[in-house]
């Protein structure tokens, strides 16, 4: 297949990529964040920030957008709070022109209206209206986060789409891609077999789907 390890890796499915991880001993599967709209795919490299509790007197919660390059992804770690937000409408709509390739939360956003006017993809735990200002500020950009049980480095790539997202570490990615498109390649054989009237056990012991994803 032709084409640079991102945009193969973009062409693949989120339930594809977590089987190769799985089969690698890895874990990418950011746990518990989900698209906001449907129909939603992104692909890109990570730009990560890290919140915490706001401190006495207050930080900020950021001006980090400036630095994030096109086709970039947002990551931002809130530590999972659901109780205020740290993305909303000047955001997403500073982001979309810029072309930065989408957010993603551990945590919520709000003023949703306007990501879904524009189609800009964001994966979160959901929305609520309340501000961050003052309740949560800035502690680090451009370090590891941890986002849904998962570490993310900067640089890494993430792919969402409507599973949800996944991340494939950059020291694995090249391994990721071989193995991901294998079980592509083999899973598009089981469809065309049991399509064309074999028996789904037929076809899945033809292509070895049981083991998969299983660690070599």
Known sequence: MTGTVDERLARLSTATISDALDRLGRTGGLLGLAPLGPGQR??????????????????TVGDYLDDVPAGGVVVLDNDGRTDCTVWGDILTAVANARGVAGTVIDG??????????????????????????????????????????VQVR???????????????????EERVLAVA???????DGILRMALAGSSIAEARAAYGYHDLQRKA
């Open 181 to 187: 498109e294998e079980i592509a390649e083999r899973e």
């Open 42 to 59: 992104m692909a890109g490299r990570a730009y990560t920030i890290r919140y915490v509790s706001a401190s006495t007197p207050p930080g």
């Open 108 to 149: 919520v956003c709000r003023d949703v209206h306007r990501a879904l006017d524009l189609a800009y993809p964001i994966y979160s735990r959901g929305r609520f209206m309340r501000t961050g200002k003052d309740r949560v500020e800035v502690a680090e950009v451009q370090g590891p986060v941890n986002i849904g049980g």
């Open 154 to 172: 900067p640089g890494d790539l993430l792919i969402g789409d409507q599973d949800g997202v996944v991340a494939v570490p950059q020291d694995c």
